[in-house]
């Protein structure tokens, strides 16, 4: 292999001055297959431009991914990740790949941005390349596609040689890349808040029942794993947590301002026994129930003497 390690993450990427070096780039059509497992010297692109196919990824923790991939995705593989290709009984795909690592640049060529150039210009390439993953599918709304179909074609002419045109597309290729990344990220973060939000509205208007965290996915369409990794992601407490903190909110809203009997507040705030309701209040308030109903009505007094 030419030139350095071919994996997209490392210092040496962003300090030194190297640029792509690429090792295979070719249109392949599959019908009814299934690959063994291998894996690159190179960072390999995957591009499924017609039909489905599924990927299965082993990760560098041991474990195995499967992505199923559609008309109009990308597959990202580090390099040295392992990796098998399966289409299924009956299924045909098309996909254009390339595979590429790094080389340094000749010194005195300003017509190739390095990396690391590259990276300081675009703050979404830097995160890309500072972010590893094994591998990460991208939807793509063509503009890949297109970068990716120029840029081989312009190798085919120059028979897998360099020119200006054959480094400016790669740099194309991986700020599109970059940009389609950070996205992604939005779009994901932006969809979590969506059902954290969604979940916290149905925590507030349901919390003077009994509720399960399986009930609570059911009602934002996630699965209850999920949404509890999520949940406590994103607002650092559990559902239990942020449950049990707002019935209490309740409870002490309702113990001093108005006559409900204290031995009736559990069942205004979804506690079934009045003991896990007395153990909850100290633990979350510091002091009994009782204890908060006589020390708000201690305090009104005094405001009304004065």
């Not at 041991?62 to 597959?75: A, C, F, M, Q």
């Not at 299924?91 to 060529?109: H, K, Q, Y």
């Amino acid at each position: 292999m030419t030139g350095t390690s071919g994996s997209l993450f490392g210092r040496e990427l962003l300090e030194s001055g190297l640029g792509p070096h690429f090792h295979a780039y070719y249109y392949k059509q599959w019908a009814s297959y299934r690959m063994d497992y291998h894996c690159h010297d190179s960072t390999e692109i995957m591009y499924l431009m017609t039909g489905s196919c599924i990927v299965d990824v082993r990760t560098e923790a041991g474990n195995e991914e499967r992505y199923t991939l559609k008309k109009g995705e990308l597959i990202l593989l580090d390099a040295g990740v392992p990796h098998r290709l399966i289409v299924g009984e009956g299924t045909v795909c098309r996909m254009l790949n390339v595979e590429f690592s790094w080389a340094p640049i000749s010194p005195g060529d300003e017509s190739a941005p390095s990396i690391g150039m590259l990276a300081r210009e675009e703050p979404a390439l830097a995160e890309l390349l500072q972010m590893p993953f094994d591998s990460l599918v991208l939807p793509d709304p063509e503009e890949v596609l297109h970068t990716l179909k120029s840029l081989v074609l312009e190798l085919d002419r120059q028979q897998g040689g360099q020119n200006v045109m054959v480094r400016l597309l790669f740099a194309e290729l991986l700020l599109r890349l970059a940009r389609l990344r950070r996205e992604q990220l939005h779009s994901s973060r932006q969809h979590a808040q969506h059902y954290v939000r969604a979940a916290i509205e149905y925590l507030h208007q349901n919390y003077d029942r009994g509720i399960q965290v399986k009930e609570i996915a059911a009602a934002v369409n996630l699965h209850p794993g999920y949404l509890h990794r999520l949940f406590k992601q994103h607002t650092g407490r559990t559902l239990t947590d942020y449950l049990n903190n707002l019935r209490m909110d309740k409870a002490k809203m309702l113990l001093a301002g108005s006559l409900i009997p204290v031995a009736d507040i559990a069942d205004y705030v979804g506690i079934a026994s009045r003991q896990y309701f007395h153990l909850l209040f100290r633990k979350y308030s510091g002091c009994t129930p009782t204890e908060y109903r006589e020390r708000v009505e201690s305090d009104s007094w005094k405001k009304e003497e004065k």
